[in-house]
């Protein structure tokens, strides 16, 4: 077979290759971006919010900020996207 031809059949290998195009292109954050707008989830999305944040105000968003930025910890910045141009 030749170089430009692909074994569409062989869905690891092509499994495989698309996640190391993704993640040379977008980098390890971006491609979980990318394959995150594919997964549909399950249950109602809504309603588990309002659970979630029943708790969360204004004052405990900003001490969680003010905590994270203190640690220095850059893990959600969007600084570890790689720029697409």
């Known amino acids: ?3 430009t031809m692909v074994d569409v059949h ?3 290998f092509i499994r495989e290759k ?3 195009a993704l ?3 977008l980098g390890t954050i971006g491609t979980v971006y990318f394959l995150r707008q594919f997964n549909n989830g ?3 999305w809504t309603e588990d919010r309002k659970k979630e944040l029943a708790d969360v105000t204004m004052e405990t968003i900003e001490k ?3 905590a994270l ?3 220095g910890n850059t893990i ?3 600084e570890n996207i790689k720029e697409i141009h």
């Open 76 to 78: 959600f910045s969007h």
């Open 42 to 44: 399950s249950g109602n």
């Open 1 to 3: 077979m030749p170089a």
């Open 23 to 25: 993640t040379r292109e």
């Open 64 to 66: 969680d900020i003010v």
């Open 69 to 71: 930025r203190a640690s």
């Open 10 to 12: 062989n869905t690891r």
């Open 18 to 20: 698309g996640m190391e």
